[in-house]
């Protein structure tokens, strides 16, 4: 199984798309999610430490640097991340996670899709079918009261015992 495209297209949908977002994507990865978006939303800002494709879609902008350092986005309603956060050590995760509740609005979505692990990594039949980095892969028990300590109300969707999508709605409090 694909783990990296189904974890792409919960988070996808986990979005919930709407033609008036504006999503802020850190990482560009594959592009598929990027591109997915950008059809259903008014804007996707797309923050990576690279350079920009040279088939940037319309309705996607980019923004050079590192995913920690994401800023503000006029009109914001959504910040995502696929397939990223284990390539960051878990103080910079922690850092990320209260980064985006300060840039987020209230009742904005963060949505994170990766290796999100249920059980302990060492038990897991062969782990490397979820990809490289998984040594800052968070356990995903603790990612939600990361999340949740930060203002957000998580709710957390497990496929398996590494792969997850967090679906987080930044609160009012």
Not at 50 to 62: E, I, Q, R, T
Not at 71 to 77: A, H, N, P
Not at 105 to 131: I, K, M, N
Request: charged share 25%; net charge negative.
């Amino acid at each position: 199984m694909d783990w990296r495209a189904s974890a792409g297209r919960v988070v996808i949908e986990a979005c919930s798309p709407h033609p008036e977002d504006v999503v802020l994507l850190l990482g560009w990865g594959d592009g598929e999610v990027a591109r997915a978006l950008a059809e259903r939303v008014r804007r996707v800002v797309v923050r990576d430490p690279g350079d920009a494709p040279p088939d940037l879609p319309a309705g996607v902008s980019w923004s050079l640097g590192d995913v920690r350092t994401c800023e503000f986005v006029e009109g914001l309603s959504v910040v995502a991340m696929h397939w990223e956060l284990r390539r960051l050590p878990p103080a910079d995760q922690a850092a990320l996670v209260r980064r985006v509740a300060r840039i987020l609005p209230d009742r904005g979505l963060f949505v994170v899709g990766d290796v999100l692990w249920s059980f302990d990594p060492e038990s897991v039949d062969e782990p490397e079918q979820y990809g490289d980095a998984l040594q800052w892969a968070p356990r995903a028990s603790e990612f939600e009261k990361l999340v949740r300590a930060a203002g957000f109300l998580p709710d957390l969707h497990r496929f398996g015992p590494a792969v997850a999508v967090l679906i987080a709605l930044k609160s009012g409090r």
